[in-house]
């Protein structure tokens, strides 16, 4: 009797950010977009019209646009439902010998849950006081090597020569540069893919295109390697892009100015924010994120995000080893930063 349980996969679960759901709320707590994505949206809502049919399993429109965006060949870019999906696809193709991934100790924590589901042997590698990735420790044998740039939580950015000298120490494994934060600093390591032939780049539409309700990301890498992906994809399920996403994540690409636009407001707020959070006792490495990691002088991390949350105001808080004195907040608008920064004010000063 009941024998079916001893047969259930047991995994510790990736918890995401929370999702309120009450009104009136300044939500700085998973790293989306303060503002609205490209009116091209409106524009193509009227191409939708085959919800009746099963969508294109190729996604052509989309991984065209994908690539001439970018300057590839179709057949060096694929897609999936977010970022997410398309490192789940990654892990699952790539990283299937005995000996252990790596990554770092302080990362984006999906990367463990991957790896318990998959059943994937992993090491972490410990970022040094800074919260920066140590390149030495990414020489040893591994099955694979995978890290963000930006790093996440912490917002810290790796050089592309210290990204490129990793890469030059793991040539006979897959690297996955995961660069979900991109645009908001920094260079990307996508020309490495036409250099190294195991070099995987993934980027998202969720934080710097305003998209995260529509779940696309997208891996640029060199042809062999986009299609042992999609032979992993077709064969559990052939239609993960559904038609919305094709057509509308198709048309945001077409207006490159609003986009600039609105990066660089998260910009511009980023940097004046972090200037006003130190005046008030804050400290944090300088963020190549839309988000700071910030540590106060005095005051726990754990009262100001549970004071901040009654005040409606939501940013993450990571009750983790080495970081469960920090906040991960993200750069809402100019008028949300400054609610935050006056309610940080208050609330510091009383303690």
Same mark, same amino acid.
């Given at each position: !009797?009941?024998?079916? $349980? +001893?047969?259930?996969?047991?995994?510790?679960?990736?918890?995401?950010?929370?999702?309120?759901?009450?009104?009136?709320?300044?939500?700085?707590?998973?790293?989306?977009? %303060?503002?609205?994505?490209?009116?091209?949206?409106?524009?193509?809502?009227?191409?939708?019209?085959?919800?009746?049919?099963?969508?294109?399993?190729?996604?052509?429109?989309?991984?065209?646009?994908?690539?001439?965006?970018?300057?590839?060949?179709?057949?060096?870019?694929?897609?999936?439902?977010?970022?997410?999906?398309?490192?789940?696809?990654?892990? !699952?193709?790539?990283?299937?010998?005995?000996?252990?991934?790596?990554?770092?100790?302080?990362?984006?924590?999906?990367? %463990?849950?991957? @790896?318990?589901?998959?059943?994937?042997?992993?090491?972490?590698?410990?970022?040094?006081?800074?919260?920066?990735?140590?390149?030495? +420790?990414?020489?040893?044998?591994?099955?694979?090597?995978?890290?963000?740039?930006?790093? @996440?939580? &912490?917002?810290?950015?790796?050089?592309?020569?210290?990204?490129?000298?990793? /890469?030059?120490?793991?040539?006979?494994?897959?690297?996955?540069?995961?660069? =979900?934060?991109?645009?908001?600093?920094?260079?990307?390591?996508?020309?490495? &893919?036409?250099?190294?032939?195991?070099?995987?780049?993934?980027?998202?539409?969720?934080?710097?295109?305003?998209?995260?309700?529509?779940?696309?990301?997208? =891996?640029?890498?060199?042809?062999?390697?986009?299609? @042992? !992906?999609?032979?992993?994809?077709?064969?559990?399920?052939?239609?993960?892009?559904?038609?919305?996403?094709?057509?509308?994540?198709?048309?945001?690409?077409? +207006?490159?100015?609003?986009?600039?636009?609105?990066?660089?407001?998260? /910009?511009?707020? $980023?940097?004046?924010?972090?200037?006003? !959070?130190?005046?008030?006792?804050?400290?944090?490495?300088?963020?190549?994120?839309?988000? /700071?990691?910030?540590?106060?002088?005095?005051?726990?991390?754990?009262?100001?995000?549970? @004071?901040?949350?009654?005040?409606? /105001?939501?940013?993450?808080?990571?009750?983790?080893? $080495?970081?469960?004195?920090?906040?991960?907040?993200?750069?809402?608008?100019?008028?949300?930063?400054?609610?935050?920064?006056?309610?940080?004010?208050?609330?510091?000063?009383?303690?």
């Amino acid at each position: !009797m009941n024998s079916w $349980r +001893d047969n259930v996969r047991k995994v510790e679960p990736y918890t995401p950010g929370e999702q309120p759901k009450e009104e009136g709320v300044i939500k700085l707590n998973t790293n989306e977009n %303060p503002y609205p994505p490209s009116d091209k949206i409106k524009e193509a809502m009227s191409e939708i019209k085959n919800l009746r049919k099963y969508p294109d399993p190729a996604a052509t429109k989309l991984v065209e646009a994908i690539a001439s965006y970018h300057g590839f060949d179709k057949e060096e870019v694929f897609v999936g439902v977010g970022s997410d999906d398309v490192l789940a696809v990654a892990f !699952m193709t790539f990283f299937n010998g005995k000996k252990p991934i790596f990554f770092p100790d302080i990362t984006y924590s999906f990367y %463990p849950v991957w @790896a318990e589901l998959f059943g994937i042997p992993y090491e972490k590698k410990a970022v040094n006081d800074a919260f920066e990735i140590q390149k030495e +420790d990414y020489y040893a044998e591994n099955g694979g090597v995978v890290f963000p740039n930006p790093n @996440a939580p &912490t917002g810290a950015f790796l050089s592309l020569e210290v990204v490129e000298d990793i /890469i030059q120490h793991n040539q006979d494994v897959v690297v996955i540069v995961d660069e =979900a934060y991109i645009d908001f600093g920094g260079d990307t390591a996508k020309e490495l &893919t036409r250099k190294y032939d195991n070099v995987l780049v993934v980027q998202t539409y969720s934080k710097s295109r305003s998209l995260a309700g529509l779940r696309i990301g997208y =891996a640029i890498g060199n042809k062999e390697l986009i299609k @042992a !992906m999609n032979d992993v994809k077709y064969s559990y399920n052939s239609y993960t892009m559904n038609e919305p996403s094709i057509v509308l994540g198709t048309a945001v690409l077409e +207006d490159e100015e609003y986009f600039q636009e609105t990066r660089n407001k998260i /910009i511009d707020t $980023r940097e004046w924010f972090q200037i006003e !959070m130190r005046k008030i006792g804050f400290s944090f490495a300088d963020s190549k994120a839309n988000f /700071i990691f910030a540590t106060h002088e005095s005051v726990p991390a754990k009262e100001i995000f549970e @004071a901040a949350k009654k005040a409606k /105001i939501y940013v993450r808080y990571f009750d983790q080893p $080495r970081i469960n004195n920090y906040l991960r907040i993200t750069i809402g608008t100019r008028d949300e930063m400054e609610t935050l920064l006056d309610f940080l004010k208050e609330f510091t000063a009383t303690k």
